[in-house]
């Protein structure tokens, strides 16, 4: 069992305020136990169970286009 984060800091694609985007601070928390994926994003928290997050991962990986997400294989 682990409680694992980690984290990063983001800059928005748009402008979040008028003088631009500050940085903010994204966090991953996964709880090894119930296999739960939780994100910090900016003041909202965003839940996954294993099978959405592989999906989403998946589909933005088949994206393959350079000029959207970048997701390393
Ligand atoms: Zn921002």
Do not use: W
């Not at 800059?11 to 991953?28: F, N």
């Not at 928290?45 to 997701?71: K, M, P, W």
């Amino acid at each position: 069992m682990a409680n694992i984060e980690r984290s990063l800091t983001y800059r928005c694609s748009d402008d979040c305020e008028m003088s631009g985007c500050p940085g903010h601070t994204g966090i991953l928390f996964h709880q090894s136990t119930s296999d739960a994926y939780s994100f910090s994003l900016n003041g909202r928290i965003l839940h996954f169970e294993r099978g959405e997050l592989q999906a989403l991962v998946d589909l933005l990986r088949s994206l393959d286009r350079i000029d959207a997400v970048q997701v390393k294989p």
